[in-house]
């Protein structure tokens, strides 16, 4: 099979003579290779996008809703993986470099195009794609098993860590150590050995779903991690299939090998919440597992507190359930500012608990309120108060023009989600337009034709509906573009970074500029200093949020900034 065969090709061009050109060059040069999709201009790709897949994309630098690089920025935050070959009315060669090194496969002049140079070019992207392909799986895999290496394995332990602390979800990291691999080896030979090795492989990769990951990590020492876990029990079962596959002897050159390993189990965020200590603990809980006996498989957690550890969430449940009653939570509220004004347009609700002396944030409690639904009424108080604060600002004659408010994964599923958000409103008095519910991709991807459907309601109710601590890694912005929403916050993390690695640079100016095609407005979170300020403004962001525009504060203490803010001039 050649490398073009069944290659589908989006051409976006909106000039209807240069789109007839190419596809009469590529039936000519190429019958039958190509199929060709053709799209006006960039905002008719996504839905296109949708529905197709698509290998190379030929773009031309001059469209309806896109102009010269700007183009190939919005389509590669469409379809970050996509290949894109450029097409030119110009010949200027510091352009094309330019276009190549933002990751053009290739820089067409359309007068110089013919059949044979098109489809070459076409046909060169692809095999470039192909060996890099392969290049990438040689470099990041284990030749024996063709599990994948500890590099590739590291790589997504890390994201897999960053996805479960934002979905606060555990995850469970396991080193699982043959006891009698040596014998094996020594009494049957090596190709035994290495049968032994690539059957544990498969053996481990059956015990995981998709998202989970298993790797070699030399000798006969695997490693394997498994994310989305809601406790210890969830890690528990893993281990105990782990060890019921293992339990299988392996027959191979008429041999047959019984097989036993050690296991050892360490938990995020519980045992460590980075990556050198969760591995690290894991070895711990695997020694430990070996030193019970060698003749049989058998698993053994980092530390063994794990009913202390369930004893502890419960506590943390019942505090919750008492402060709730005893009117322990309060909000701050966080100013959101409009970057060509200066000015405070909005502010966002920020749960906090007064417990005692202490004022606790969210990030020590809202696990326990999550999994215990304790989410679902503090958070219609949430809104309920939220909104009646705002009524009263507005009262004192303060400017504010919207107020906004986290949905939790769990809040989001709960069936009343829109009667409660209706109620609010009611009871308040507030309109609903000044209401912006703040919601995570987690909760959008869970299940997206519920989704889409709850959205549509909560739109019907005329509030504004954000999709928070984006990181355009997990989704490409043409998924956001099916949801009806109306702004992207972009994450704390990559407006940190943005000024030191210059593909989180990238990554804000593509999605501010996709979510403009869109008619979304682009917010960053967690601004701190006045080079963030600058490059953002830069990059057209529409607004933003953070300690350089003020911390979260006391209803008493935002109604004073307000009043500096109408008055100041900035
Ligand atoms: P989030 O939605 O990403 O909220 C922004 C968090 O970033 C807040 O933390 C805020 O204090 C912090 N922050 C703001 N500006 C800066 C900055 O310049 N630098 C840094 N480093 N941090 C900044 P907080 O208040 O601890 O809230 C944590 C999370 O808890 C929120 O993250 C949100 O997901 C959740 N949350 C807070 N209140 C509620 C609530 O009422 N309901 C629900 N469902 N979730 C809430
Ligand atoms: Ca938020």
């Given at each position: 099979m050649s490398a073009a065969d069944g290659v589908v090709i989006l051409l976006v061009e909106d000039n209807p003579g240069d789109q007839r050109l190419v596809r009469e060059m590529l039936d000519e040069a190429a019958p039958d290779r190509f199929r060709l999709i053709v799209a006006a201009c960039l905002t008719d790709t996504a839905a296109i996008l949708d529905r197709e897949r698509v290998d190379i994309v030929l773009l031309d630098l001059r469209l309806p809703d896109g102009n010269g690089l700007d183009s190939l920025v919005k389509m590669h935050a469409l379809l970050p993986e996509v290949l894109i070959v450029v097409l030119s009315h110009v010949e200027d060669e510091a352009l094309a470099v330019k276009a190549v090194r933002m990751g053009a496969q290739d820089f067409l002049v359309k007068a110089q195009i013919n059949g044979p140079l098109l489809t070459r070019s076409l046909r060169y992207a692809l095999e470039r794609r192909r060996i890099e392909e392969e290049l990438y799986r040689l470099a990041h895999h284990d030749a024996l098993t063709g599990l994948p290496n500890r590099k590739l394995f590291y790589e997504r332990l890390g994201g897999a860590m960053a996805m479960a602390r934002r979905q606060r979800r555990m995850l469970a990291l396991m080193i699982v150590d043959l006891n009698n691999f040596k014998e094996i080896n020594d009494t049957h030979?090596?190709?035994?050995?290495?049968?032994?090795?690539?059957?544990?492989?498969?053996?481990?990769?059956?015990?995981?779903?998709?998202?989970?990951?298993?790797?070699?990590?030399?000798?006969?020492?695997?490693?394997?991690?498994?994310?989305?876990?809601?406790?210890?029990?969830?890690?528990?079962?893993?281990?105990?299939?782990?060890?019921?596959?293992?339990?299988?002897?392996?027959?191979?050159?008429?041999?047959?090998?019984?097989?036993?390993?050690?296991?050892?189990?360490?938990l995020y965020p519980d045992d460590g919440d980075d990556l050198e200590t969760l591995v690290g603990n894991a070895d711990a809980a695997m020694y430990r597992a070996k030193g019970q006996g060698r003749a049989a498989s058998r698993y053994a957690f980092y530390s063994r507190r794990d009913d202390a550890r369930v004893g502890e969430r419960a506590a943390l449940?019942?505090?919750?359930?008492?402060?709730?009653?005893?009117?322990?939570?309060?909000?701050?509220?966080?100013?959101?500012?409009?970057?060509?004004?200066?000015?405070?347009?909005?502010?966002?609700?920020?749960?906090?608990?007064?417990?005692?002396?202490?004022?606790?944030?969210?990030?020590?409690?809202?696990?326990?309120?999550?999994?215990?639904?304790?989410?679902?009424?503090?958070?219609?108080?949430?809104?309920?108060?939220?909104?009646?604060?705002?009524?009263?600002?507005?009262?004192?004659?303060?400017?504010?023009?919207?107020?906004?408010?986290?949905?939790?994964?769990?809040?989001?599923?709960?069936?009343?989600?829109?009667?409660?958000?209706?109620?609010?409103?009611?009871?308040?008095?507030?309109?609903?337009?000044?209401?912006?519910?703040?919601?995570?991709?987690?909760?959008?991807?869970?299940?997206?034709?519920?989704?889409?459907?709850?959205?549509?309601?909560?739109?019907?109710?005329?509030?504004?509906?954000?999709?928070?601590?984006?990181?355009?890694?997990?989704?490409?912005?043409?998924?956001?573009?099916?949801?009806?929403?109306?702004?992207?916050?972009?994450?704390?993390?990559?407006?940190?970074?943005?000024?030191?690695?210059?593909?989180?640079?990238?990554?804000?100016?593509?999605?501010?500029?996709?979510?403009?095609?869109?008619?979304?407005?682009?917010?960053?979170?967690?601004?701190?200093?006045?080079?963030?300020?600058?490059?953002?403004?830069?990059?057209?962001?529409?607004?933003?949020?953070?300690?350089?525009?003020?911390?979260p504060l006391s209803p008493e203490a935002l109604a004073d900034i307000l009043r500096d803010d109408s008055s100041a001039v900035h």
């Open positions: 030979g090596h190709p035994v050995g290495d049968a032994v090795l690539v059957q544990v492989a498969e053996r481990l990769s059956r015990s995981l779903r998709e998202t989970d990951c298993v790797a070699r990590l030399g000798g006969d020492e695997f490693v394997v991690f498994a994310s989305g876990l809601a406790d210890a029990e969830d890690a528990e079962n893993i281990a105990r299939k782990i060890v019921d596959l293992l339990a299988a002897p392996v027959d191979e050159g008429g041999a047959s090998a019984g097989l036993a390993a050690s296991i050892g189990i360490a449940e019942d505090a919750l359930r008492a402060a709730f009653e005893r009117e322990e939570f309060e909000i701050n509220y966080q100013p959101q500012v409009d970057l060509h004004s200066r000015r405070i347009i909005g502010v966002e609700a920020l749960l906090r608990w007064r417990r005692g002396d202490e004022l606790w944030t969210p990030d020590r409690f809202m696990h326990a309120l999550e999994s215990s639904g304790l989410i679902l009424p503090v958070g219609e108080w949430v809104l309920a108060a939220a909104c009646r604060q705002t009524v009263i600002w507005r009262g004192m004659g303060l400017q504010l023009a919207r107020i906004a408010v986290n949905i939790s994964p769990r809040q989001f599923r709960d069936e009343r989600l829109v009667e409660r958000v209706a109620r609010a409103l009611r009871e308040s008095g507030l309109d609903a337009a000044s209401l912006e519910l703040e919601l995570t991709e987690e909760s959008l991807r869970d299940d997206e034709e519920m989704a889409i459907e709850k959205l549509r309601e909560l739109n019907a109710l005329g509030v504004r509906l954000a999709i928070d601590n984006y990181r355009a890694r997990a989704t490409s912005l043409r998924d956001l573009k099916r949801f009806p929403i109306h702004a992207v916050k972009l994450d704390r993390s990559i407006v940190r970074d943005m000024l030191t690695n210059p593909e989180d640079a990238e990554i804000v100016r593509a999605v501010i500029s996709v979510a403009h095609v869109f008619k979304m407005k682009g917010v960053a979170e967690g601004v701190e200093t006045s080079d963030q300020i600058d490059m953002l403004r830069e990059h057209a962001c529409d607004d933003a949020q953070g300690y350089a525009f003020g911390r």
